[in-house]
């Protein structure tokens, strides 16, 4: 049972011939706002329900909630078939500014932070409680700062960039929305893609890049505020302002970058960030494409796929037994032959030809 609320008002239900659509997709993906496409023919009860950036729209399934977000602007065919795109609720957070600023505390404490300054500015249907927190530093604490003004969502992608983890949104027992940073996600879905065993791995390609490939890094700290000039590694690193990663640069040769931590105030700090990083860009990036089916559609009592999930991935022919997160899926609800998912890990090696690491993929179901 598939059902559409438009500002809480049923304007879709699968099993009503007079809410019928011509067509209604979502695509839902990790740390991404998300879209729905409404596809109405004209007379639908709907069909002028929807007003721009203003109406909430959520999309259900078996009662469980796919999306949420707002509508935007519609368009209309030859036939006055009307399609309505919707955004995700993560997308709200670019009505919001957040004037220049300066964090330095707890990853926990800076979302609470933005979180409330985000709440502030915008109206009660596009306000979340904080929800739970489970990111953390080593350091116990960050740097974050902007010398100016910016959307509250680009602040969010950088505490995002910097910390990692996922945004997700949830409703609490009083039936108000909910926005979670967690660390991990730790579902992982009882149904496996399995080319020899399920026979539902239908299509497989790989390839290997890097677009930030180093061998050798210029690393550079926070700014002294009397002098001007940024803390470097001289000091601790027999008076060389770089370092070379000598495996990798006989693979490759030199090929130098840089990287600034405006929250680094310790030469030796800064080397341990260096040596981190020049790790992580010397890898060669594998990626995989997949197609597969979702046995959940032929048969209920088998685990569905869900954005978030972790998937079993097995085909002995391509040297792959790996888990792989589900990043992204886009659900056509009307016709489900057209419904795809994107399986998310990155293979890093230095050669290129290990699969392992965390690999992106996408997969049609």
């Excluded at 993906?29 to 929807?50: C, Q, R, S, W």
């Excluded at 930030?212 to 302002?241: F, H, M, Q």
């Amino acid at each position: 049972m598939i059902q559409v609320y438009v500002d809480g008002v049923l304007s879709y239900d699968s099993r009503l011939e007079s809410y019928a659509l011509a067509g209604l997709t979502v695509t839902t993906a990790l740390n991404k706002g998300g879209t729905a496409e409404i596809v109405m023919p004209p007379g639908h009860p709907a069909y002028e329900n929807y007003v721009s950036y203003r109406t909430i729209v959520e999309v259900y399934r078996d009662s469980v909630l796919l999306f949420r977000g707002r509508a935007l602007y519609p368009a209309d065919d030859f036939s006055n078939i009307r399609t309505v795109t919707c955004e995700g609720e993560l997308c709200f957070f670019g009505d919001a500014v957040s004037r220049p600023y300066l964090y330095q505390d707890t990853p926990a404490a800076v979302f609470a932070a933005v979180l409330a300054d985000y709440n502030s500015q915008v109206e009660a249907f596009k306000q979340f409680r904080l929800g739970d927190v489970t990111v953390t530093d080593p350091n116990d604490y960050i740097r974050l700062e902007s010398e100016s003004a910016e959307s509250a969502l680009d602040t969010i992608n950088k505490l995002l960039s910097r910390c990692g983890g996922y945004i997700v949104f949830t409703t609490n027992a009083e039936g108000q929305r909910v926005v979670n940073w967690y660390a991990e996600l730790g579902y992982r879905s009882g149904q496996t893609i399995d080319m020899d065993l399920n026979g539902n791995m239908l299509s497989f390609a790989r390839s290997g890049a890097n677009t930030s490939l180093a061998t050798a890094i210029i690393p550079y700290g926070a700014k002294d505020d009397s002098t001007g000039k940024r803390v470097t590694i001289e000091i601790v690193n027999d008076g060389l302002d770089f370092i070379v990663d000598a495996e990798a640069e006989a693979i490759r040769g030199r090929i130098t970058t840089t990287a600034t931590w405006d929250d680094v105030t310790e030469p030796a700090n800064l080397l341990r960030k260096a040596q981190q990083y020049l790790a992580e860009r010397r890898q060669i990036i594998t990626s995989l494409q997949l197609t597969a089916l979702d046995l959940s559609l032929l048969d209920k009592s088998i685990d569905s796929y869900q954005v978030g999930d972790l998937i079993r991935v097995r085909s002995k022919s391509h040297g792959v037994d790996e888990d792989f997160r589900l990043t992204e899926r886009t659900e056509d609800l009307v016709n489900p032959a057209g419904n795809q998912i994107t399986l998310g890990k990155e293979s890093a090696s230095l050669t290129g030809a290990d699969v392992a690491g965390d690999i992106q993929a996408s997969t049609g179901l």
